[in-house]
């Protein structure tokens, strides 16, 4: 998957979450729990594309 099609799947799951977001701050906690699952797998997918960003521009700057 290319660097622009993981930040937009990034993108969707947090827009995904804005509804969640509305009935947390209106009390409802299972929301919050979701958010929070939600934001974690998020983490780790930035965690990833900014590894794997990282190892690209090393090769390219090895290539040079």
């Known amino acids: 998957m290319d660097t622009k099609q993981t930040l937009n799947q990034m993108i ?3 827009t995904a ?3 969640d ?3 947390f701050d ?3 906690d299972a929301a919050g ?4 699952s939600t934001l ?3 983490a780790a997918s930035c965690k990833i ?3 794997d960003i990282q190892a690209t ?3 390219r700057k090895a290539d040079k």
């Open 12 to 14: 969707a799951l947090l």
């Open 17 to 19: 979450s804005l509804e």
């Open 49 to 51: 594309l900014r590894s």
């Open 57 to 59: 521009r090393n090769q």
């Open 33 to 36: 729990r979701r958010i929070r």
């Open 40 to 42: 974690s797998e998020v």
């Open 26 to 28: 209106r009390g409802q």
């Open 21 to 23: 977001a509305d009935k």
